[in-house]
């Protein structure tokens, strides 16, 4: 219980913390911030139910006010403006991407991490992220994925870089991967 | 600091956290269900003039918090304007404004354990069926004191990957640190069961 509360609260701080660290470079030198990469971790590291919360809690104190999300943004705020299906996305991307990092169990852990964060880390968050934009700014559904399509690609590098984490992770601490424990 | 209250003291500060959060609520569903661009100018004018009252510092700071808005607000503008509909795309920009600049007002005016407060009072009557907030709180502590601590771990990777490549830190500092947090919250978990562990202390979260 208590092991399972502190890797929570630790895995919403990895969250937050991708968040904050300036400009790491993903493939082919393109800078973006990590943040979308910790909930896709969250759930292929934590599993469905501790990888959910871990991003359920991150939103939460969101809304309470910290500064959070990269740049800084956060509070109350966040969830009144166009992007805020995204940030509600989070727990339901991590708990989808920890699910099916498990239903994959008989690949190899990268992969299944891999295309568990694809689906879960970009499928559902977009899913999420694209309705709340319809939502907001009165477009139809197309209209508002269209907004987005620019920030695919860099999603998808996310995905490929989530497994590929997932993979040293498992070898490095095989105890702590809950997802295959 | 981990915080987006107001560098300035205001009296907003001291008015109850729920009474904040209710107006706010209250606030935002008549925001949404009101089409009307002249109620939205005189929306999107109140709140600046609430803005106003904490003083020129106040103001801009919280203003500046807003200002990620801009590409949202030139599509609505772009977009209803091509549509034939400029005042519809006005009228939607605003709401926005005004939805966002309300939603930062309460942010800024209230701490972080005034928020909590109102959480525990809002799970007060699940304490009937043994739901405790203490596990919650004491999670959030937690984040509280991680996040710094893993972000200063992570610029620490950056520099060193700088020093040794010259170039800006890869995702591979990534996986040192996510190993760094695993190990943490093991011996964060050791520590809490050290003392007595989630249901050593007070139950009630006071």
Redesign the interface.
């Known amino acids: 219980?208590?092991?399972d509360?502190?890797?929570?609260?630790?895995?919403?701080?990895?969250i937050?913390?991708?968040g904050?660290?300036p400009?790491?470079?993903?493939?082919f030198g393109v800078?973006i911030t990590?943040q979308s990469?910790g909930v896709m971790?969250c759930g292929t590291?934590l599993g469905a139910r501790r990888g959910g919360l871990a991003a359920l809690?991150?939103v939460?104190?969101v809304a309470?006010?910290?500064?959070?999300l990269s740049?800084g943004?956060?509070?109350?705020?966040?969830?009144?403006?166009?992007t805020a299906g995204f940030v509600l996305g989070f727990p339901v991307a991590a708990f989808v991407t920890g699910w099916i990092t498990r239903r994959l169990g008989r690949l190899p852990v990268g992969l299944a991490a891999s295309l568990a964060s694809v689906l879960g880390g970009i499928g559902v968050l977009y899913l999420c992220g694209i309705t709340g934009l319809s939502l907001?700014?009165?477009?139809s559904w197309a209209?508002a994925a269209l907004?987005v399509t620019a920030f695919l690609p860099g999603d998808v590098i996310k995905a490929v870089?989530a497994g590929m984490?997932t993979l040293?992770?498992y070898r490095?601490?095989p105890r702590?991967v809950l997802s295959r424990a | 600091m981990?915080?987006?209250?107001s560098p300035v003291r205001v009296r907003a500060q001291d008015w109850p956290a729920g009474g904040k959060l209710a107006a706010?609520s209250g606030a935002?569903v008549v925001l949404f269900a009101v089409d009307s661009v002249v109620f939205h100018g005189a929306a999107a004018a109140a709140t600046l003039a609430l803005f106003a009252t904490g003083g020129r510092r106040f103001a801009a700071h919280g203003l500046r918090?807003?200002w990620?808005?801009w590409p949202?607000v030139a599509?609505?503008l772009i977009?209803n304007w091509l549509d034939g509909a400029p005042v519809q795309g006005i009228a939607?920009s605003l709401r926005?404004l005004t939805?966002?600049?309300?939603?930062?007002l309460?942010?800024?005016t209230?701490q972080?354990s005034d928020?909590?407060a109102v959480?525990r009072w809002l799970a007060h009557p699940l304490r009937r069926f043994g739901v405790t907030t203490r596990?919650?709180e004491?999670?959030?502590a937690?984040?509280?004191r991680?996040?710094p601590?893993?972000?200063r771990?992570?610029?620490h990777l950056?520099q060193a990957w700088r020093a040794r490549s010259g170039?800006?830190?890869?995702?591979r500092?990534?996986?040192p640190?996510?190993?760094l947090?695993?190990?943490?919250?093991?011996r964060?978990?050791?520590a809490?069961?050290a003392r007595g562990?989630?249901t050593g202390g007070p139950t009630d979260g006071t």
């Open positions: 219980m208590e092991r509360l502190s890797l929570i609260a630790m895995f919403a701080a990895l937050a913390a991708l904050l660290i400009q790491i470079t993903l493939a800078p990590a990469l971790l590291v809690l991150f939460f104190l309470l006010g910290l500064p959070l740049g943004r956060g509070g109350l705020g966040v969830f009144a403006s166009p907001a700014l009165g477009r209209d907004l870089l984490l040293t992770l490095a601490r702590l | 981990l915080t987006l209250t706010l935002s918090r807003m990620a808005l949202f599509v609505l977009w939607l926005l939805a966002v600049g309300l939603a930062t309460v942010t800024m209230t972080l928020m909590m959480v596990p919650l004491l999670a959030v937690l984040v509280i991680f996040t601590a893993l972000a771990s992570g610029a950056a170039r800006r830190a890869s995702w500092i990534v996986a640190l996510a190993v947090a695993l190990d943490d919250a093991e964060v978990a050791d809490l069961r562990g989630l």
